[in-house]
C-alpha cells in the first residue's frame, strides 16, 4: 500500500484511468493539493468522486498577486469539509517571482497562522528561498507549534535539518531519481524512517524512466523504490512507514 502526499488532479481529462491505475500497483491514498483557494469546489467534487482521495486548502506563491488580500480566516472557512485535511499549498518561490517577495511572504504568514489554528498540516512550496523560509518558519513555530511538510524537498541540508527540528515532514518527489541529484539523494539519507513521506507532483516531476512524460499516482511505485534504494531497506518497508506516516499526520 502506498500513499501519493501530492498530486494535482484538476483538469485531468482521463481521471478515471488516472485513479484507476494508481490502485492497480497499490496506491491507496491520494492528497490532491490545492494551489488555488478559488477552485476548492473542483477539487471537492474529485474527492468525492474517489474513495480515500482528499484535498488541501490554499493559493501557491507563484499567485500572491492575486490574493493580496486573502486572511487566515478565509482559508480557514474553505477548510470545513471533512475532505480537506491540510492547508496550502503554499510557500516561497524566488525562481519565477523574485519581484514578490514581499507578497509572497504575507500569504505565507497567513497560511502558517490558519495552519496553527487549525493543526492542519501546512504543505509547503520552497524554491530559491531557503534562508527566508527557515526564519519565518522557526519565527512563527516558537510563537505557537503547528504540523507542516515541506513538499517536493530538494533543497539544502539545512532546511531539512530545520523543518526536522520542529518535527516537519519531507516530502520525495520523482526529483530523487534524477541522475544530477546526488546530493538531494544524500540528504534523505539522514531523514528519520518516522518523517519520510512519497509523492507524484504529478502532472509534474516524472520519476525515471518515465522522465519527460506526464506524470500520474501510480508512478509514485517508481519513486518510492528508489527512495527504498536511498534508505538502504526493503520497498515494502518504505511503502508501509511511508503510508503509516500520511495516516498519522493527517488523522486518517
Do not use: W
Amino acid at each position: 500500500m502506498l500513499a501519493d502526499s501530492h498530486c494535482h488532479l484538476e483538469n485531468n481529462q482521463e481521471l478515471d484511468g488516472v485513479i484507476e491505475r494508481a490502485r492497480s500497483v497499490g496506491v491507496k491514498y491520494i492528497l490532491d493539493v490545492g494551489a488555488n483557494i478559488t477552485h476548492l469546489a473542483e477539487h471537492l467534487d474529485i474527492t468525492h468522486r474517489y474513495e480515500d482521495v482528499y484535498t488541501s486548502v490554499g493559493a501557491h506563491p507563484q499567485e500572491a498577486e492575486e490574493f493580496i488580500d486573502l486572511k487566515a480566516i478565509d482559508i480557514l472557512r474553505a477548510c470545513e469539509n471533512d475532505k480537506v485535511i491540510a492547508i496550502g499549498e503554499a510557500g516561497l518561490d524566488y525562481h519565477y517571482n523574485p519581484d514578490t517577495k514581499d507578497l509572497q511572504k504575507a500569504l505565507l504568514v497567513e497560511h502558517i497562522s490558519a495552519a496553527q489554528s487549525s493543526q492542519l498540516p501546512l504543505v509547503i512550496h520552497n524554491r530559491e528561498s531557503d534562508d527566508d523560509m527557515i526564519d519565518l518558519l522557526t519565527r512563527a513555530y516558537e510563537k505557537k507549534s503547528f504540523k507542516a511538510i515541506i513538499h517536493c524537498y530538494s533543497s539544502s541540508k539545512k532546511l531539512a535539518d530545520a523543518a526536522l527540528a520542529m518535527g516537519f515532514y519531507i516530502s520525495a518527489s520523482g526529483i530523487i531519481t534524477f541522475k544530477k541529484s546526488e546530493e538531494i539523494r544524500a540528504n534523505f539519507v539522514d531523514v528519520p524512517m518516522d518523517k519520510l513521506l512519497v509523492e507524484t507532483d504529478a502532472p509534474y516531476l516524472s520519476p525515471e524512466p518515465k522522465r519527460g512524460q506526464i506524470n500520474e499516482p501510480a508512478n509514485v511505485v517508481l519513486t518510492a523504490h528508489k527512495l527504498a534504494e536511498i534508505k538502504k531497506v526493503e520497498f515494502t518497508t518504505i511503502a508501509d512507514i511511508t503510508t503509516d506516516n500520511f495516516r498519522r499526520l493527517f488523522e486518517i
